[in-house]
């Protein structure tokens, strides 16, 4: 469950406290990234309290003060506040758009647009609302549960507008955002993930 632990972006990868160096040293090479070790609220769930882009990040509102500060001082970060706030669930984006769960508010989508930068809309991946756990997406393509419609891909094709595709990681995991962590550099995906997984992986996102 990867992306339930940790997130990224172009530039950092997001993980707890108690992520080995070791670790820690595999995503920054796979990814091209710098690692930040945080918590949210004092949870080891990064992966589900945050999401981000280059431009900034989006963060749960159950946040300390403190481990705020520590995220100010890589990037632009911002409190989604409201009843729905576990970011890295609700949100799904890349450094351009952002589909988001339909039930956020007003105010939480127009804090998501400022802090990423980005056109965000609501929407559904699979008629789930999660759409950070039933999607992936990367500068290069987007990556969605296999029970997405027709309707739905369309969406996220226009809003985004790369590719999109259908699959699953973890041996048929159909909550991608939970089992992969990727940006346009590279991926790192669940070791039950099997070879026509990663094929799938591979060509959807570009790396191919």
Not at 171 to 195: C, M
């Amino acid at each position: 469950m990867l992306g339930v632990f940790a997130t990224c972006t172009e530039e950092f990868i997001f993980v707890p406290y108690d992520t080995s160096d070791e670790i820690i040293a595999d995503f920054e090479n796979s990814l091209g990234v710098s690692a930040i070790r945080s918590s949210v609220g004092g949870s080891t769930i990064v992966g589900s309290m945050v999401r981000g882009n280059s431009n900034g990040i989006m963060v749960a509102g159950l946040v300390l003060d403190r481990e705020l500060r520590k995220l100010r001082k890589h990037t632009k970060a911002a409190r989604l506040s409201g009843e729905l706030n576990a970011a890295g669930n609700l949100i799904l984006a890349n450094d351009t758009a952002a589909l988001v769960h339909p039930d956020l508010s007003d105010k939480a989508l127009v804090t998501i647009k400022k802090t990423l930068g980005v056109e965000a809309i609501r929407g559904t991946v699979g008629g789930l609302k999660t759409v950070g756990m039933a999607a992936l997406a990367t500068n290069k393509g987007v990556l969605v549960h296999p029970k997405a419609t027709e309707a739905e891909i369309a969406v996220l094709e226009e809003l985004f507008n790369l590719p999109v595709d259908i699959g699953t990681v973890n041996f048929g995991s159909p909550l991608i955002g939970s089992g992969i962590l990727a940006n346009s550099k590279g991926y790192v995906a669940g070791e039950d993930t099997t070879s026509p997984e990663i094929s799938r992986i591979e060509d959807a996102l570009g790396y191919v």
